[in-house]
Each structure stands twice: as structure tokens, then as C-alpha cells.
């Protein structure tokens, strides 16, 4: 068994990041890769194809949201309140990513049937672009500390808090390799449209469905998770979709280099090892690992599907893969613009205290420390629909302490908070203590201030 905490920021100077949303950001970059080779290979419209990605990803973020937030996951309120939560960017929202897959492909399938695309050999690029992602993605959730495991004693158990548990994500993580390398491989054997994607959609639930079992829920149906109960109904529509659906096989092949899957697949598994390490060693190790597993599985890639990054780099599309990446780079500076101009009028003297507030009641048996700061815009969407609930809930049970991570040093240093918002939670008589470095929703602040009870 290892350790394991939570390290899912890093810094560029004083601009905090996080790793989870970094997974993601190279789902998009090496996705509009596969993208514009399959475009290229097929003699696709290059421009509608971009908008087709553009939906599908907007479908993926809205469903992963709406999923998680009218879900058994989420804190619940009004019908206003839970819309509201999914469409405010700001609002903080966990991601289900069976939600995302649905609404990614039922966005993407609503545009491509509007513009007479072909939707089987859109389909097919997304399930190369969806396997692929899914691997990212779960690397990215073991770095955020979400979808862990129920309580384990083997071998490889991770150590969180004091329990040990299955590391589900690095399981899903490998899964998602395995099943990107098969669609890989498939796509030079592919016998007819679409065949791609019903073989990634039939896997992939397959593959979820048993990494279920091992998950820690609170919420099941005879014996089933949310997430199974829907993944059932997705394999019965994908089978009713394939034997009604018509075979075309005008497919564009592709040669692929021998032995190519011993690059992806090895690749693959030297990152998720380096990430599965990352608090046993030196963080260092994990960005080598990451770094050199990542060349060598995205040489696999190219090798499978048949293209040549050099030339890649040297044509036309890739200068303007390069124009929109500069379009988001100044989207995004104007976002911590907004941020910082709002923090401005939120920053006080008062900060300067340590602690700068206190809510509840002083004498009672759990301390809530929060480490927050008016540059934040998750510390002001956990003060405003968070912490007054919890207050609410446990009324005079508990006491909430707020510091400025920018003035209250002796605290930041004593726990090794990085960035914000940061919770930690302590027994004032046992000393028991629970240390998150990440922004935590209701429910589960209530299961932590009830285990210290």
C-alpha cells in the first residue's frame, strides 16, 4: 500500500493551476490531432468538423455537469437553484462522466444530422477521440482525489486519511488504454461506418459497469450504482442501433506500423504509474514518468493511426490549431482579469487577521479552518452556497475559521497549502483532523464533520 493526498495544483510564478483541468486542456489538443488527421485522411469539410468538435465538447461539460448536479451526487435545492448551478461557469461542480459522454454524443449527433455530415464517420472519430480522452480524464480525477474506491486491503490500496482504499481512477485509467489501444487497432481493420464507435460504446460501459463495484457510493438501487442503472439502458439502445443500422463500407483505410500498441499501451501504463506514485515519491519522478510515458505513448499513437507528427507540424492546419489556442490563451487572461478586478473590491485591511472571520459558535467541539482569498472565485462560490448551509445544518455544533493564504503564513506552512481554497477540519477533543486542498461541496463537508463527531 501507498500513501496518497490530493495534488492537483501547481504553479507558474503566482498563478495557480490545476492538474485535473491540465488533463483535460491535452484531451483537447491531442483530440483536434486525431481530428484533423481522420479530416485530412477522409477529405472531410475541415470547417464544420471544427464545430462538430466544438459541440460535442460543450455537450460533454454541460451533461457532466446536469448529471452531477440533479444526480444522487450533488447537495440538492430548487429546480432554479440546480439549473442555475449547471450553466454558472463560476459555481463549483463535480463531473459525471457518463453524463458528459451522453450529452457530448447527442450535441455532436444533433449537429452532424443538421449539416447532413454522415454520422457514421463522425461517430467513429468519437469514439477515437472519446477513448483517448477517458484515459486523460481519470489521470486527472486521481490527481483531484474524486471517484475513489470503497475500502481495501490489497496489495496496491492507496492510503487516504488513514483508510485504504481501491484507486478506481487508475483502474479506469488503465481500462480507457486499453480500450483506446483496441479502437486504434480496429480503426485499420474496420469493417464498416460506425463500427468503431458501437465497439468503444459496448466496451467502455463493459469496462465502467465493473469498475463500479468497486466505487464508494452511498446511493444504490438493488444493488446497483446511478451510473450502472444507466449504462444499462446506453447497452441495450447501442445493441438496437446496431442491428438496425445500415453497414456502409466506404471506409478509408490505413497502414499501420508494426508492433505500434507496444508504444501506446507501454506508454500509457509508465504515466499512470508515475501518477499512481505521486505522493510515495519525489513529485519530480511523477513529471518524468508523465513526460516520457507520454512521448512514447503518443508516438504509439501515430504510429497506429498512421501519420507523421513532423509533417503534422509543418501544415496548414496546425497554424491554425495554433490561432485558436492563441484565441483561448487571451479568452482565458481576460477571465482572471474579470477575477482579479472583482478581488480588488473584495480585498480588505481586515484580511490581515488570522483568522479574518469566524461564523458559528466558538465553544463548540469541530473547527472548520478555511483557507481562502478574495482573488478566488471558488472561495466565493464555497462562502455564499456552501458554508451557510453547513452552518444551517449543524447550527451551534461547529465554528468556522476563514484565512487569507496571502497573510496567514503560520497556518499555510503548517499544513502545505499551495493554493485555495483549502479546508481543515478537526475534532477539538480528539485532535482527529481531515485536510483537503481543493474546494469540497456539501455533502461531502457533512459526511466529514459527522465522521469527527
Same mark, same amino acid.
Given at each position: 500500500?501507498?500513501?496518497?493526498?490530493?495534488?492537483?495544483?501547481?504553479?507558474?510564478?503566482?498563478?495557480?493551476?490545476? #492538474?485535473?483541468?491540465?488533463?483535460?486542456?491535452?484531451?483537447?489538443? =491531442?483530440?483536434?490531432?486525431?481530428?484533423?488527421?481522420?479530416?485530412?485522411?477522409?477529405?472531410?469539410?475541415?470547417?464544420?468538423?471544427?464545430?462538430?468538435?466544438?459541440?460535442?465538447?460543450?455537450?460533454?461539460?454541460?451533461?457532466?455537469? #446536469?448529471?452531477?448536479?440533479?444526480?444522487?451526487?450533488?447537495? $440538492?435545492?430548487?429546480?432554479?437553484?440546480?439549473?442555475?448551478?449547471?450553466?454558472?461557469?463560476?459555481?463549483?461542480?463535480?463531473?459525471?462522466?457518463?453524463?458528459?459522454?451522453?450529452?457530448?454524443?447527442?450535441?455532436? =449527433?444533433?449537429?452532424?444530422?443538421?449539416?447532413?455530415?454522415?454520422?457514421?464517420?463522425?461517430?467513429?472519430?468519437?469514439?477515437?477521440?472519446?477513448?483517448?480522452?477517458? =484515459?486523460?480524464?481519470?489521470?486527472? *480525477?486521481?490527481?483531484?482525489? *474524486? &471517484?475513489?474506491?470503497?475500502?481495501?486491503?490489497?496489495?496496491?490500496?492507496?492510503?487516504?486519511?488513514?483508510?485504504?482504499?481501491?484507486?478506481?481512477?487508475?483502474?479506469?485509467?488503465?481500462?480507457?488504454?486499453?480500450?483506446?489501444?483496441?479502437?486504434?487497432?480496429?480503426? $485499420?481493420?474496420?469493417?464498416?461506418?460506425?463500427?468503431?464507435?458501437?465497439?468503444?460504446?459496448?466496451?467502455?460501459?463493459?469496462?465502467?459497469?465493473?469498475?463500479? +463495484?468497486?466505487?464508494?457510493?452511498?446511493?444504490?438501487?438493488?444493488?446497483?450504482?446511478?451510473?450502472? #442503472?444507466?449504462?444499462?439502458?446506453?447497452? &441495450?439502445?447501442?445493441?438496437?442501433?446496431?442491428?438496425?443500422?445500415?453497414?456502409?463500407?466506404?471506409?478509408?483505410?490505413?497502414?499501420?506500423?508494426?508492433?505500434?500498441?507496444?508504444?501506446?499501451?507501454?506508454?500509457?501504463?509508465?504515466?499512470?504509474?508515475?501518477?499512481?506514485?505521486?505522493?510515495?515519491?519525489?513529485?519530480?519522478?511523477?513529471?518524468?514518468?508523465?513526460?516520457?510515458?507520454?512521448? !512514447?505513448?503518443?508516438?504509439?499513437?501515430?504510429?497506429?493511426?498512421?501519420?507523421?507528427?513532423?509533417?503534422?507540424?509543418?501544415?496548414?492546419?496546425?497554424?491554425?490549431?495554433?490561432?485558436?489556442?492563441? !484565441?483561448?490563451?487571451?479568452?482565458?487572461?481576460?477571465?482572471?482579469? !474579470?477575477?482579479?478586478?472583482?478581488?480588488?473590491?473584495?480585498?480588505?485591511?481586515?484580511?490581515?487577521? *488570522?483568522?479574518?472571520?469566524?461564523?458559528?459558535?466558538?465553544?463548540?467541539?469541530?473547527?472548520?479552518?478555511?483557507?481562502?482569498?478574495?482573488? *478566488?472565485?471558488? &472561495?466565493?462560490?464555497?462562502?455564499?452556497?456552501?458554508?451557510?448551509?453547513?452552518?444551517?445544518?449543524?447550527?451551534?455544533?461547529?465554528?468556522?475559521?476563514?484565512?487569507?493564504?496571502?497573510?496567514?503564513?503560520?497556518?499555510?506552512?503548517?499544513? $502545505?497549502?499551495?493554493?485555495?481554497?483549502?479546508?481543515? +477540519?478537526?475534532?477539538?477533543?480528539?485532535?482527529?483532523?481531515?485536510?483537503?486542498?481543493?474546494?469540497?461541496?456539501?455533502?461531502?463537508?457533512?459526511?466529514?464533520?459527522?465522521? #469527527?463527531?
Amino acid at each position: 500500500m501507498i500513501p496518497y493526498e490530493i495534488t492537483n495544483t501547481f504553479f507558474v510564478g503566482n498563478q495557480k493551476f490545476f #492538474l485535473y483541468s491540465l488533463m483535460y486542456v491535452l484531451v483537447l489538443l =491531442f483530440g483536434a490531432v486525431i481530428l484533423y488527421v481522420e479530416v485530412k485522411r477522409q477529405k472531410l469539410n475541415g470547417k464544420q468538423t471544427f464545430w462538430s468538435y466544438f459541440w460535442v465538447f460543450f455537450g460533454i461539460l454541460f451533461g457532466a455537469r #446536469l448529471f452531477y448536479t440533479f444526480g444522487p451526487w450533488s447537495d $440538492g435545492g430548487t429546480f432554479i437553484e440546480l439549473i442555475t448551478a449547471v450553466i454558472n461557469p463560476y459555481h463549483y461542480s463535480g463531473l459525471v462522466m457518463i453524463g458528459g459522454l451522453i450529452f457530448g454524443f447527442l450535441f455532436g =449527433f444533433g449537429y452532424v444530422v443538421w449539416r447532413k455530415l454522415g454520422v457514421g464517420i463522425y461517430a467513429d472519430m468519437g469514439a477515437l477521440i472519446a477513448s483517448m480522452g477517458l =484515459f486523460f480524464g481519470r489521470i486527472g *480525477c486521481f490527481f483531484a482525489g *474524486c &471517484c475513489f474506491g470503497e475500502g481495501s486491503n490489497v496489495a496496491w490500496a492507496v492510503v487516504r486519511d488513514g483508510v485504504a482504499i481501491h484507486p478506481t481512477q487508475i483502474y479506469s485509467s488503465i481500462g480507457n488504454l486499453f480500450i483506446f489501444s483496441y479502437i486504434v487497432w480496429k480503426r $485499420g481493420h474496420q469493417k464498416f461506418r460506425g463500427e468503431l464507435f458501437i465497439h468503444f460504446v459496448l466496451l467502455y460501459s463493459i469496462m465502467r459497469f465493473s469498475v463500479e +463495484f468497486l466505487r464508494a457510493y452511498t446511493w444504490h438501487w438493488m444493488g446497483l450504482s446511478a451510473t450502472q #442503472l444507466v449504462l444499462l439502458v446506453v447497452v &441495450c439502445v447501442t445493441l438496437m442501433v446496431y442491428k438496425n443500422m445500415s453497414k456502409n463500407r466506404d471506409i478509408t483505410t490505413i497502414h499501420q506500423q508494426k508492433n505500434w500498441w507496444y508504444y501506446l499501451i507501454g506508454g500509457g501504463l509508465l504515466m499512470d504509474f508515475g501518477v499512481y506514485m505521486v505522493s510515495a515519491w519525489h513529485h519530480g519522478l511523477t513529471v518524468v514518468f508523465f513526460v516520457v510515458g507520454g512521448c !512514447i505513448f503518443l508516438y504509439g499513437m501515430s504510429k497506429g493511426l498512421d501519420f507523421s507528427w513532423v509533417r503534422l507540424a509543418k501544415s496548414n492546419g496546425t497554424k491554425q490549431l495554433l490561432k485558436i489556442i492563441g !484565441i483561448v490563451a487571451v479568452l482565458f487572461v481576460l477571465v482572471q482579469l !474579470i477575477t482579479y478586478g472583482v478581488g480588488v473590491s473584495f480585498d480588505t485591511e481586515e484580511l490581515k487577521q *488570522c483568522p479574518h472571520s469566524v461564523e458559528g459558535n466558538t465553544s463548540a467541539n469541530i473547527r472548520v479552518r478555511v483557507i481562502d482569498s478574495p482573488y *478566488c472565485n471558488l &472561495c466565493w462560490e464555497q462562502s455564499i452556497n456552501v458554508h451557510p448551509k453547513l452552518l444551517e445544518e449543524f447550527g451551534d455544533q461547529l465554528f468556522i475559521e476563514k484565512y487569507d493564504i496571502r497573510h496567514c503564513g503560520e497556518v499555510i506552512d503548517e499544513y $502545505g497549502f499551495l493554493g485555495t481554497p483549502g479546508y481543515v +477540519f478537526t475534532n477539538v477533543e480528539t485532535s482527529d483532523e481531515s485536510i483537503y486542498y481543493s474546494a469540497v461541496n456539501f455533502n461531502d463537508m457533512k459526511e466529514i464533520v459527522e465522521g #469527527l463527531e
